[in-house]
C-alpha cells in the first residue's frame, strides 16, 4: 500500500507531465501555400520568448493532463497573418495527426499514448532489447496540424466561443467517474460553486500556466495550482472514507480500418465494472487481473504482459499494479484511469 507521502509524489509526478508539440497551419487554410511550414507553435519549459518575433517559433511545455482545445486562441493569434479567412474564430479550430482528427475531449498525453507510435517508458528491469533504443526513437516534438475550417462533423462535437462544451464534456466524465467510485455522483453534484469553480479553473491554470504572455519557467514546476486542484480531487476520491466501490477505468485499444470505420485511428473504447478486490477474494484487484478479466485474448497471463503492455502516462503500468492505487495516484484530472495499450514484437 502506497504510503501518503508516495501517493502525493505520484500525483504531482502526474500533474507535472508534458510533452513538446510542434503544431503547424494546414496548407489548406494558409494563404501562402508554399510557406506554411515554417509558421508553427513549437513546444521546452525553460524558454524566455517575450522577445521572440512573430514569424518565429514560440516554445512551451504543454501538459499531458490538459486539453488541445486551450491552446485554440494562442494558435489562431499566432496564425492570424497566415489564414486566408482570418474572421474565421477560434473556436472553429481543430487538429489532426497524420490525417488522423483528435478528438479535443481526451487529455493530450493520453491522444499521444495512444496516436504517436512513441515506445512508452519502462523500469530499466522491465526494458527489453526492443526497447533499448527507445529514447533515440521518440517521435518528439509531437507534430500536429491546426486545421480552422474543413470540420469533420462526423468524427468530432463542435465546439463553441464560451467554452461551454468543453466545460460540460469534462464535468460529464467527472460525474461519471465519481458515480461509478461511489455508487452516485452526490459528491461532485455537493460540491460548493467555490470548489466547482476552482476545479475547472485548476484545469485551465494547468495549460494557462505555460502559455502566458511572458512564459517564464516556474521554478515550483505547477505547485500552487497543484495545491489547489489537489483538495478538490481528495474530496472526490476520498468520499467520506467510503469504501471504493468501482474504479473508473477505460482502455483504448487501436482497431484497423474497415468498411463501417473506412478511417484510420479508429478506437475501441472497453469499460467494465472494475472492483477493487476480484469477486471471491479479499486480495487487491491488479492490474493484470482486471485486464485478464476483461480481455484475455489480448492479457492471457494475470502476471506477465505476453502480447501487449498497458500504458497510463507515457510509461507501462506493472501488471501487479493495485488497481485502487493506481486510480488515487494517477487518475487523468476528470477522475479517470485511461489506459492506451501497445502490442509487443
Not at 462526423?154 to 458515480?179: T, Y
Not at 478486490?277 to 492490474?287: C, D, G, M, V, Y
Request: aromatic share 8%; proline share 10%; charged share 20%.
Amino acid at each position: 500500500m502506497a504510503t501518503s507521502n508516495g501517493l502525493r509524489t505520484l500525483q504531482f509526478a502526474a500533474w507535472r507531465g508534458s510533452l513538446p508539440l510542434e503544431i503547424r497551419l494546414a496548407p489548406s487554410d494558409c494563404r501562402i501555400y508554399d510557406r506554411a511550414d515554417p509558421y508553427l507553435v513549437y513546444y521546452p519549459s525553460n524558454y524566455e520568448s517575450s522577445n521572440i518575433p512573430i514569424n518565429k517559433c514560440t516554445q512551451i511545455h504543454s501538459p499531458r493532463l490538459s486539453y488541445l482545445p486551450f491552446l485554440l486562441p494562442r494558435l489562431h493569434a499566432f496564425f492570424t497573418p497566415f489564414l486566408i479567412d482570418p474572421d474565421i474564430p477560434p473556436h472553429d479550430g481543430w487538429f489532426s495527426f497524420e490525417g488522423v482528427p483528435l478528438k479535443w475531449h481526451y487529455p493530450i498525453g493520453l491522444l499521444y499514448d495512444l496516436f504517436s507510435g512513441a515506445i512508452p517508458a519502462q523500469a530499466p528491469r522491465q526494458r527489453g532489447r526492443d526497447d533499448a533504443h527507445a529514447d533515440e526513437s521518440q517521435p518528439l516534438p509531437w507534430r500536429l496540424t491546426l486545421h480552422i475550417t474543413e470540420w469533420p462533423a462526423d468524427q468530432l462535437v463542435r465546439l463553441d466561443a464560451e467554452g461551454k462544451v468543453l466545460h460540460d464534456a469534462f464535468i460529464n466524465s467527472v460525474k461519471e467517474a465519481d458515480f461509478l467510485r461511489n455508487g452516485t455522483a452526490k459528491e461532485i453534484m455537493s460540491l460548493s460553486k467555490n470548489d466547482s469553480t476552482q476545479l475547472w479553473k485548476a484545469v485551465q491554470d494547468r495549460m494557462l500556466m505555460l502559455i502566458c504572455s511572458t512564459l517564464r519557467l516556474r521554478a515550483d514546476g505547477g505547485l500552487d495550482d497543484f495545491e489547489a486542484f489537489n483538495p478538490i480531487c481528495q474530496k472526490l476520491l476520498y468520499a467520506q472514507g467510503a469504501p471504493l466501490r468501482h474504479a473508473p477505468m477505460r482502455i483504448y485499444l487501436p482497431q484497423s480500418p474497415s468498411a463501417s470505420e473506412p478511417s484510420s485511428g479508429h478506437l475501441k473504447v472497453v469499460q467494465s465494472l472494475i472492483t477493487p478486490t476480484p469477486p471471491n477474494s479479499r486480495e487487491p484487484q491488479t492490474l493484470g487481473m482486471a485486464l485478464h478479466s476483461l480481455l484475455p485474448s489480448l492479457f492471457p497471463s494475470r502476471r506477465t504482459p505476453i502480447l501487449a503492455k498497458p500504458v497510463l502516462h507515457g510509461a507501462v503500468v506493472p501488471m501487479s499494479a493495485p488497481v485502487e492505487e493506481l486510480l488515487r495516484g494517477v487518475a487523468y484530472l476528470d477522475g479517470w484511469l485511461h489506459l492506451g495499450v501497445v502490442m509487443m514484437g
